[in-house]
């Protein structure tokens, strides 16, 4: 019986083509396979190295059942590498199935590390990067982004997230009106390409920046948010918390608006529903 063979999970260049590694290359030239997100997007690569290995599409509408007849391949000894688009596949893209159909048959599955962009967005944003979140791309539609905005709001860590061009600005105006106009945002866009953009300022100002400028709405973007504040129950409220417990008060009930706030600021609900109790008796 035939050892099974290796499937390698390789990173490619997200924008830059000589950023691809060496064992990249090597391991795409010897492979029997590569199952592509868009074959014909990735054939550019491939002459670029001039890589001669067959393509396969493997995407997010075909993933599941493909996964199949490329586990079997593997479990009769072929070596299969698996690419996106760009960067590092399963990220936000396709892989998922695929990977994991071929652990399960006990397949050896080696990742081949190469580049990323919210990895490389966070490496020169200048934000807090001990500890971070990766949201992926939030809902499409406004509702779904606000909510999800919402739940983010007390987030301490730096969270990054991707947003497609056509949405950027409207994804501004909702991170803005959620988390007020002075959170410091960095976009980083077109990441290694001839146009490369990171710029960091705080949301009222990045917002109209990029609604100024129509070349900031276009290409790859990242996104990566300044963690909310960790503010202790003795300490004053800022300025800004007490306007959202302020504009709140004016639609919801203390309870609910006191829960809201704290979503929103990342302060402890108990210390704003004291507050608002201290707001309406002065009131």
């Known amino acids: 019986m035939n050892a099974s063979g290796t499937l390698f999970v390789v990173a490619t260049p997200i924008g830059n083509l000589q950023d691809i590694s060496a064992r990249a290359v090597e391991v795409l030239r010897s492979v029997a396979l590569i199952a592509a997100e868009d074959t014909r997007h990735s054939a550019r690569l491939l002459r670029e190295y001039g890589i001669a290995t067959p393509l396969t599409a493997c995407h ?25 688009d760009a960067g590092t596949p399963l990220v936000s893209d396709p892989g998922f199935q695929l990977v994991r159909q071929a652990r399960e048959a006990g397949v050896r599955v080696s990742p081949v590390p190469g580049p990323c962009a919210l990895i490389a967005a966070l490496s020169a944003a200048g934000l807090p990067s001990d500890r971070f979140a990766f949201e992926g791309f939030l809902p499409a539609r406004s509702s779904g ?9 007390a987030e301490p860590r730096t969270w990054i997230i991707y947003e497609a061009p056509h949405r950027l600005l409207e994804c501004l105006a909702d991170l803005r009106d959620l988390l007020g106009g002075e959170r ?3 976009l980083a866009r077109e990441i290694s390409k001839t146009f490369e953009t990171i710029r960091g300022l705080p949301l009222a100002e990045l917002h109209d920046w990029v609604r100024d400028d129509p070349d900031q709405q276009r290409g790859e973007c990242v996104l990566l948010v300044e963690g909310a504040p960790v503010v202790s129950d ?8 007490l306007r959202v417990l302020t504009v709140l008060l004016e639609e919801l009930p203390v309870k609910q608006a006191a829960a809201l706030a704290a979503r929103i600021t990342g302060v402890k609900k108990n210390r704003l529903y004291q507050q608002a109790l201290t707001m309406q008796a002065s009131d």
């Open 184 to 186: 410091q945002v960095v």
């Open 60 to 84: 997010d509408h075909n993933e599941r059942e493909r996964s199949h007849s490329l586990v079997q391949r593997l479990l009769a000894g072929d070596d299969l590498a698996l690419i996106s």
């Open 145 to 153: 982004r606000r909510q999800r905005i919402e739940a983010l709001a």
């Open 234 to 241: 003795d300490s004053e409220l800022d300025s800004q918390t």
